[in-house]
């Protein structure tokens, strides 16, 4: 007899299940208290977790094509809690990483202070490709680790910035630059604050649309939005209530369904609403749908363990007990 064929949801919430059995272990791995990480173990889980998160993505690419509108609710919702864990398991590993990182550091400091000799933290430095939106916290990050850092000689530098560069910032560097040609070359050329203030003002006027109800995804978008105005106003652009009208009506639009209407439901008067009311709104919806999402979680897991039951059917020779 040819075995059954599985439904396609069926085998999604199969593949789903493994990745979830992967986060499983690496998290029960962090909590071991008998056996900490060291430095090699932990960038094996990162690596490890990076994987499961591809994996995790590309499953929900792939339910998107597959799945019903009814079954991908619950689908991509157990998914944004796996996706959510995951995110706060890298949080756990990345700053233990840096923790040990740190001990290891200061142990060099105190071992080569006599030879005026410092080795650089093994931390990861940052990186830049050529956005003018992220030239300022490059910047920052960078002058304050590398720039700054009296014990580094010009030649140091220039390698760690040459190292730091990507995409289309590299392009910009030549074999005879020195430290100081390259960083004020990077300056002349991305240092542009109308260009810095478009690109900001371009993410927060074009949020990705929200398709279903999603705690991830709304939560993403309320840290993009608070992201974008705090560097807005790091550049000393302050909002003003034209601007928050606009951006509450554009962001109300690239809400799902359900939480725009559960917004208008909220406006009780004719005035223009408040922004902060607006963002209020938004964590409360995103942290009720964490909440349910979490419980839903709980609730499928719990239907994969098995159910027995009992009882005993009468023959002609003797009873005989089965369990399901």
């Not at 050529?130 to 304050?144: A, E, R, T």
């Not at 995409?167 to 020195?178: I, P």
């Not at 004020?184 to 690109?199: C, H």
Request: hydrophobic letters at 35%; aromatic letters at 8%.
């Amino acid at each position: 007899m040819a075995p059954k064929e599985l439904s396609e949801l069926t085998v999604f919430n199969r593949r789903k299940a493994h990745l979830l059995g992967q986060i499983t272990r690496i998290r029960n791995s962090l909590e071991n208290v008998d056996s900490p990480l060291n430095q090699v173990e932990i960038r094996t889980k990162l690596a490890s977790l990076s994987e499961v998160k591809a994996k995790i993505d590309k499953l929900r690419t792939e339910s998107y094509r597959v799945l019903s509108d009814e079954e991908l609710m619950d689908f991509e919702a157990s998914l944004d809690t796996m996706e959510v864990d995951a995110d706060n398991l890298e949080v756990s590993l990345n700053t233990l990483l840096e923790s040990s990182n740190v001990d290891t550091s200061e142990l060099s400091v105190k071992n080569d202070f006599a030879n005026y000799n410092v080795k650089l933290p093994s931390i990861n430095l940052p990186e830049f490709s050529g956005q003018y939106i992220d030239w300022l916290q490059f910047k920052s990050q960078f002058v304050s680790l590398i720039h700054d850092n009296a014990c580094l000689s010009d030649s140091q530098k220039l390698y760690y910035l040459q190292s730091a560069l990507k995409g289309h910032a590299k392009q910009l560097q030549t074999v005879n630059d020195s430290y100081s040609s390259l960083f004020e070359a990077l300056e002349g050329r991305y240092e542009n604050k109308r260009l810095i203030v478009n690109s900001h003002i371009a993410e927060l006027l074009n949020p990705n649309k929200i398709k279903f109800e999603s705690a991830f995804h709304l939560r993403s978008l309320i840290d993009s939005i608070q992201s974008h105005l705090r560097a807005l106003k790091q550049l000393e652009l302050e909002p003003n209530a034209l601007c928050e009208s606009m951006l509450i009506f554009v962001i109300t639009q690239r809400l799902d369904d359900e939480s725009r209407k559960q917004y208008k439901m909220e406006l009780h008067s004719n005035d223009l609403p408040k922004w902060d009311n607006f963002l209020d709104f938004l964590i409360k919806v995103s942290q009720a749908l964490e909440n349910v999402q979490r419980n839903s979680s709980l609730k499928n897991k719990n239907e994969y363990s098995p159910k027995f039951r009992s009882f005993v059917v009468k023959s002609d020779e003797k009873p005989v007990r089965y369990v399901l």
